[in-house]
């Protein structure tokens, strides 16, 4: 069977390196994209392919898949994980930081998706994963920008897999809690963020990127041809579908 190869966003830190690790474990290829330079994650993935680009950049986003191609030479799985997530009471968000939120969050992954699509469909077979959230249903009064951008992803995640079912790809999001990352913890997190999460879950503990790791594994291996155009809550019981 073919190797297949992987791209990751966000890829520096948090859940976009252990996501980057753990598809490194089980054999893929893998790529990272972030802003800024990803050298721990370079040092835990060999051959690791790191990628400096500013996902809602068009020209980036294709330079950066080009690159992809020339070292790989094909493109299975993209794993759009980057995000950004301002916390502030609705009055207070101007339409300048709103504008911000949805290019990161919505039309990121759009772009994305959108250039390493031909490239996924010349190799027959691929897998797109959006990291979405579960604020779609807990609704934190706090992150409005937030909540609306990770509700479009899904609406994205669901109208994109009935596209491309035909083509032997699938579309799924994971949803999950308050994941504790170095960006949580100085943001979201501080301020007893973290135990206010822990409160309204099931699961009485805050949420490790590890925890997502299996999730992921599933949701890109070869058996899940099946699963498409779902949101997998992964959030310690803090709501229910």
């Given amino acids: 069977m073919e190797t297949r190869t992987a791209l990751v966003t966000g890829a520096a830190q948090g859940l976009g390196q252990e ?3 753990a598809l490194a474990g089980r054999g893929y290829r893998v790529a990272g994209l972030d802003l800024v330079p990803q050298t721990r994650t370079a040092e835990r993935v060999l051959d690791y392919l790191e990628l400096i680009a500013d996902v809602t950049d068009e020209e980036q986003v294709h330079g950066a898949l080009e690159r992809v191609l ?3 030479g094909t493109l299975h799985i993209l794993v759009n994980n980057a995000g950004v997530y301002p ?8 339409p300048e930081e709103w504008r911000r939120v949805m290019r990161v969050n919505l039309e990121a992954p759009f772009l994305m ?3 390493a699509l031909p490239y996924l469909k010349a190799a027959g077979w691929g897998r797109i994963v959006n990291i979405a959230s579960a604020a ?3 609704a934190p009064p706090t992150m409005v920008a937030y909540t609306a951008s990770k509700a479009g992803l899904i609406g994205f995640t669901r109208a994109l ?3 491309l079912g035909a083509y032997d790809i699938t579309v799924n999001a994971i ?5 504790r990352t170095a960006t949580a913890e100085r943001t979201v997190g501080a301020g007893g963020g973290f135990e206010h999460v822990r409160a309204q879950q ?6 490790e990127p590890s925890d997502l790791v299996s999730t992921l594994l599933y949701v890109v291996d070869e058996g899940s041809g099946f699963l498409t155009g779902q949101t997998l809550n992964v959030a310690g019981g803090s709501a229910y579908l």
């Fill in 70 to 72: 020339e070292q790989f």
């Fill in 19 to 21: 996501f980057a690790v």
């Fill in 175 to 179: 949803a999950p809690s308050m994941v």
């Fill in 202 to 207: 099931a699961v009485p503990r805050t949420q």
């Fill in 136 to 138: 779609v249903l807990t």
């Fill in 161 to 163: 897999a009935s596209a």
């Fill in 113 to 115: 998706t959108r250039a």
């Fill in 87 to 94: 916390e502030s009471p609705f009055e207070d968000i101007t």
